[in-house]
Structure formats: C-alpha cells, structure tokens
C-alpha cells in the first residue's frame, strides 16, 4: 500500500500548494489514504520533499523529477519574473555567482535546474548566492543568454 500511497503524494506535491502536514493529510485523505502524521513525515522524507517559503506563505515541493514537473502559470510568469529577487551578478570562471535577496536562492536555483537549460551544468544555492556552472562547450554569452530567459533583469547587466 505504500507505492500507491507515495505515488498520490507526489501528484499532490505536483499539482497542490499545500502548505501544512494537516493539509496534506486531509488530501491524501480524500484521496482515500488514511495515514498518521508520523508516516507522512517518513513519507514526505523518503520522497526528498521539502517545505519551502513563497511570497504567499509555505508550501512543501518535490526534488525536480520530470514525471511530476511542476510549472509557473503563463499569468503568474511575468509576475514572478519581475520579482525574482536578483540582487547582483558576478563572474568566476565557468560559475556565474548569483547573489539574491535573503531567502530567495533556493527557490530561483530550483528554478533554473528546472528550466533544463542547454549552458547550465547545475547550481547549488545558499540562503542568498546562487553558483550557476557552464557546461564544458558552452561560452558564457550562451549562459547568460539562458539565464536571462528566466531572468530578464540580466538582459541589463553590463559584465
């Protein structure tokens, strides 16, 4: 019982914003699972999911996994595009660093990995920095021109 189970909370995580254990727990229920809260945490463990903040409060995500990519509304994108949170951008190298307002770079980093860009090796994120990699091949014109897809202020940054 338990695939089935973890299969209907990845498609919750996936296609809900839930914000508490209590609301995950009343979906899973109309879902026709049954479950305590000490086994959903194990549940929500063993899935990698985390609970992060947005701008409307707190919502438990998936790891990027392609069966169950969650995307951005076409109406919510230009709205989340301007308020990204990008503070500042250098060069390192092959890394372009990333520096956001606090609290915003693991969500725009999970942002980026998501978006499968073709220059992008990866990121890893901290509370506000943000290392992007260029893939071997890739010129830095290439990542910035992929980056500023998701991340239109940097179309006005002068490297």
Not at 26 to 38: H, N, Y
Not at 98 to 126: C, E, F, N, W
Request: glycine share 6%.
């Amino acid at each position: 019982m338990k695939a089935p189970r973890l299969d209907a909370l990845r498609v919750i995580l996936s296609n809900r914003t839930s914000a508490t254990q209590a609301d995950l727990l009343r979906e899973l229920a109309d879902a026709g699972f049954s479950v305590s809260q000490p086994t959903l945490s194990h549940d929500l463990r063993s899935l990698g999911a985390a609970k992060i903040r947005t701008r409307e409060g707190f919502q438990y995500i998936l790891p990027q996994r392609d069966t169950y990519q969650r995307t951005v509304a076409p109406e919510v994108l230009p709205e989340y595009l301007r308020n990204s949170g990008l503070a500042e951008v250098r060069k390192s190298g092959n890394l372009l660093v990333l520096h956001t307002r606090p609290g915003y770079a693991r969500g725009l980093a999970a942002d980026i990995d998501i978006s499968h860009m073709p220059s992008v090796a990866g990121t890893i994120a901290g509370y506000d920095t943000i290392f992007v990699a260029r893939l071997d091949g890739k010129t830095e014109q290439e990542l910035i021109d992929d980056l500023a897809e998701l991340l239109p202020a940097l179309k006005s940054i002068h490297f």
